[in-house]
């Protein structure tokens, strides 16, 4: 293209992003608006959560509560097995994020990687498996889980993941195709074989990709409600979703105040990790998106 | 690469000289691919293609858990057909989906527009706009119902302040119920919002700037560049959207369980019963089939009517 031409393209006045000052103050208006409505309930829940039970049906609602109730957070763990609740929501999750990512990278590593017949067709498959509801296999797997009496045990949450998550093995997958293939020719040439080439060069290169596989599991294990459902049983070994869903049953009235302060106590982990990691979050969903 | 090699006829030659080895190599690096796949192969067996045809077979039989199943034909099927309660949840879960998914997919390309404008303090608004969604489940459909609580709810108390009149029963009326959930929804809209805006981003500037010169308004380039440009997304988001809402139960199981009057009786939840509370395995993996149907055909039809409308910048399908 002609150099004089091109520059018309560039030039500042044809700019599309720019804005005139009445226009960038009616987005400033409507993404604060949003923005107060999207941090508005969080706000609600903390003041909601530090009140007392007479303070909450009070009318005008008050913002800050006076005093607050601290003791809130210490009453939760006194009335429900809170303690363990976290503490099996947090092992559960750990076990399931490594295996699940673990066998997702090993199985996308071979789609990205190595050749073989019916290579397209399987990865057809992988890639449709992420349609079938779980619904559908839920009820097989309930009933081979109770044969194998594992019923009331994380077996049937935690067994499962070893086989990896198409959704994962998709999104590492497009990560390992980037990596340039001159590495695998080196490990050859110097007598290695795919096992060498996997854990020495392509372990250690995706971490970042291993990091984004990682936290979106994560998310999606911490508040899993219907696997545990499922499968357990004892109080003590519930994790904090199913907790927190049955945490009202032993009040007659619902203690909103309590039940707010749990809440917050459940929602505070992956929130932080979010702010830390957002990075690595937003773009496992951004990839997750490009193949449409 | 096949077709390169069968144009360099030199190539070829030196190819079936040495077979053999090639061969050597080739089984070697299928041998570690199955390797490799192995987890997800088994798992596939054990955990989704097994248990898929065992769902089948017992949707066609009649069994409790305890006694061995038995063979009923079509009995569960034609049950369903008869079934009111079915109809209501298929209803509801119906509604649910037809609110859900416009609304979806049109506020979160609005605000993923709005994300994309080069206004200051944009990442700041794009993190926090994401932040409900990392979070949504359990407990945030607590806060909802809190929120949405008819008497001492801080929404109505709002409405009440600034309008003077009673807001509506949200998830205690059987009208306001659905609606109610859909609201709830519209306020996690974080993953649709990022594919959005991550498609947005990738859009050539260049076209936006030739119409502009030619005199098109902002309206005029969005609906006949923007949108073309992005239609695959949009589909993309849309199948996402349908699938996740037809499959609504956390929220539902938290704040309604099913009710007002069967109001907010959701497909899921009726499963889930049929399973878990009644042990008939046999009708619930019925329920479950005609689901996965109903997804599938809904899915399938919308690839179908996109066909003439999604634009393909690149074709690149065979």
Same mark, same amino acid.
């Given at each position: 293209?002609?150099?004089?031409?091109?520059?018309?393209?560039?030039?500042?006045?044809?700019?599309?992003?720019?804005?005139?000052?009445?226009?960038?103050?009616?987005?400033?208006?409507?993404?604060?608006?949003?923005?107060?409505?999207?941090?508005?309930?969080?706000?609600?829940?903390?003041?909601?959560?530090?009140?007392?039970?007479?303070?909450?049906?009070?009318?005008?609602?008050?913002?800050?509560?006076?005093?607050?109730?601290?003791?809130?957070?210490?009453?939760?763990?006194?009335?429900?097995?809170?303690?363990?609740?976290?503490?099996?929501?947090?092992?559960?999750?750990?076990?399931?994020?490594?295996?699940?990512?673990?066998?997702?990278?090993?199985?996308?590593?071979?789609?990205?990687?190595?050749?073989?017949?019916?290579?397209?067709?399987?990865?057809?498959?992988?890639?449709?498996?992420?349609?079938?509801?779980?619904?559908?296999?839920?009820?097989?797997?309930?009933?081979?889980?109770?044969?194998?009496?594992?019923?009331?045990?994380? @077996? *049937? /949450?935690?067994? =499962?993941?070893?086989?990896?998550? %198409?959704? #994962?093995? !998709?999104?590492? +997958?497009?990560?390992? $195709?980037?990596?340039?293939?001159?590495?695998?020719?080196?490990?050859?040439?110097?007598?290695?074989?795919?096992?060498?080439?996997?854990?020495?060069?392509? @372990? *250690? /290169?995706?971490? =970042?990709?291993?990091?984004?596989? %990682?936290? #979106?599991? !994560?998310?999606? +294990?911490?508040?899993? $409600?219907?696997?545990?459902?499922?499968?357990?049983?004892?109080?003590?070994?519930?994790?904090?979703?199913?907790?927190?869903?049955?945490?009202?049953?032993?009040?007659?009235?619902?203690?909103?105040?309590?039940?707010?302060? %749990?809440? #917050?106590?459940?929602?505070?982990?992956?929130?932080? $990790?979010?702010?830390?990691?957002?990075?690595?979050?937003?773009?496992?969903?951004?990839?997750?998106?490009?193949?449409? | 690469?096949?077709?390169?090699?069968?144009?360099?006829?030199?190539?070829?030659?030196?190819?079936?000289?040495?077979?053999?080895?090639?061969?050597?190599?080739?089984?070697?690096?299928?041998?570690?691919?199955?390797?490799?796949?192995?987890?997800?192969?088994?798992?596939?067996?054990?955990?989704?293609?097994?248990?898929?045809?065992?769902?089948?077979?017992?949707?066609?039989?009649?069994?409790?858990?305890?006694?061995?199943?038995?063979?009923?034909?079509?009995?569960?099927?034609?049950?369903?057909?008869?079934?009111?309660?079915?109809?209501?949840?298929?209803?509801?879960?119906?509604?649910?989906?037809?609110?859900?998914?416009?609304?979806?997919?049109?506020?979160?390309?609005?605000?993923?527009?709005?994300?994309?404008?080069?206004?200051?303090?944009?990442?700041?608004?794009?993190?926090?706009?994401?932040?409900?969604?990392?979070?949504?489940?359990?407990?945030?459909?607590?806060?909802?119902?809190?929120?949405?609580?008819?008497?001492?709810?801080?929404?109505?108390?709002?409405?009440?302040?600034?309008?003077?009149?009673?807001?509506?029963?949200?998830?205690?009326?059987?009208?306001?119920?659905?609606?109610?959930?859909?609201?709830?929804?519209?306020?996690?809209?974080?993953?649709?919002?990022?594919?959005?805006?991550?498609?947005?981003?990738?859009?050539?500037?260049?076209?936006?700037?030739?119409?502009?010169?030619?005199?098109?308004?902002?309206?005029?380039?969005?609906?006949?560049?923007?949108?073309?440009?992005?239609?695959?997304?949009?589909?993309?988001?849309?199948?996402?959207?349908?699938?996740?809402?037809?499959?609504?139960?956390?929220?539902?199981?938290?704040?309604?369980?099913?009710?007002?009057?069967?109001?907010?009786?959701?497909?899921?939840?009726?499963?889930?019963?049929?399973?878990?509370?009644?042990?008939?395995?046999?009708?619930?993996?019925?329920?479950?089939?005609?689901?996965?149907?109903?997804?599938?055909?809904?899915?399938?039809?919308?690839?179908?009517?996109?066909?003439?409308?999604?634009?393909?910048?690149?074709?690149?399908?065979?």
């Amino acid at each position: 293209m002609n150099r004089g031409f091109s520059s018309i393209w560039t030039r500042k006045t044809y700019r599309v992003g720019d804005l005139s000052p009445l226009e960038k103050g009616i987005v400033y208006l409507i993404l604060t608006g949003c923005l107060f409505i999207f941090a508005f309930p969080l706000v609600w829940m903390i003041s909601t959560s530090l009140k007392t039970l007479g303070e909450i049906h009070q009318f005008p609602q008050t913002w800050i509560p006076s005093p607050p109730q601290w003791v809130n957070f210490k009453q939760v763990f006194q009335d429900a097995p809170f303690g363990n609740y976290l503490s099996n929501t947090v092992g559960y999750t750990l076990v399931t994020v490594f295996s699940t990512v673990f066998a997702s990278s090993m199985v996308a590593f071979a789609f990205a990687r190595l050749r073989a017949r019916g290579k397209t067709a399987l990865f057809a498959i992988v890639l449709s498996t992420m349609m079938i509801p779980y619904e559908v296999v839920m009820i097989p797997q309930y009933l081979i889980f109770s044969k194998l009496e594992w019923l009331d045990t994380y @077996l *049937p /949450l935690i067994i =499962p993941s070893f086989a990896g998550s %198409a959704f #994962l093995i !998709f999104l590492l +997958r497009q990560f390992y $195709l980037g990596i340039s293939r001159e590495l695998d020719e080196a490990v050859k040439i110097d007598g290695g074989g795919y096992f060498i080439l996997y854990f020495r060069m392509i @372990l *250690p /290169l995706s971490v =970042p990709a291993m990091v984004t596989a %990682a936290i #979106l599991e !994560f998310m999606y +294990r911490w508040k899993d $409600l219907m696997g545990p459902l499922i499968y357990l049983s004892t109080q003590t070994k519930y994790p904090l979703s199913l907790g927190l869903a049955n945490f009202t049953a032993a009040y007659g009235q619902t203690p909103w105040n309590l039940l707010m302060a %749990a809440s #917050l106590m459940a929602v505070i982990p992956p929130l932080i $990790l979010f702010f830390l990691l957002q990075k690595y979050f937003i773009r496992g969903i951004v990839i997750s998106g490009s193949k449409g | 690469m096949p077709a390169n090699q069968a144009t360099n006829p030199l190539k070829t030659i030196k190819n079936t000289r040495m077979t053999g080895k090639i061969g050597a190599e080739q089984r070697r690096e299928e041998r570690a691919f199955w390797l490799f796949i192995s987890p997800w192969a088994i798992g596939f067996i054990c955990f989704v293609g097994g248990p898929m045809v065992a769902s089948l077979v017992l949707s066609f039989t009649s069994y409790n858990v305890i006694d061995p199943p038995q063979w009923v034909g079509l009995d569960n099927y034609l049950g369903l057909a008869k079934d009111n309660l079915f109809y209501q949840s298929l209803k509801v879960t119906g509604l649910y989906v037809l609110l859900a998914v416009p609304f979806t997919i049109l506020v979160s390309l609005l605000l993923a527009i709005l994300l994309n404008l080069k206004v200051r303090g944009q990442p700041f608004f794009r993190t926090f706009f994401y932040a409900p969604t990392v979070v949504s489940g359990v407990s945030i459909a607590f806060l909802w119902s809190w929120l949405l609580n008819p008497d001492f709810g801080v929404v109505n108390s709002v409405i009440y302040d600034l309008f003077g009149v009673r807001g509506p029963g949200w998830f205690t009326s059987t009208s306001w119920v659905v609606p109610s959930f859909v609201l709830m929804r519209l306020t996690a809209l974080g993953s649709t919002i990022i594919i959005f805006l991550a498609s947005l981003q990738s859009l050539p500037d260049e076209l936006s700037e030739a119409a502009s010169i030619d005199g098109a308004g902002r309206l005029v380039r969005f609906f006949k560049i923007t949108v073309p440009l992005i239609s695959p997304v949009i589909l993309f988001n849309t199948i996402v959207t349908l699938i996740n809402s037809f499959q609504i139960f956390t929220e539902a199981y938290v704040i309604t369980k099913g009710g007002p009057e069967w109001g907010s009786y959701f497909y899921i939840l009726y499963l889930f019963d049929t399973a878990f509370a009644q042990f008939r395995m046999g009708y619930a993996s019925a329920q479950a089939w005609i689901l996965f149907v109903i997804i599938f055909v809904l899915t399938m039809l919308s690839l179908w009517v996109s066909r003439k409308m999604v634009h393909y910048e690149y074709d690149n399908r065979p």
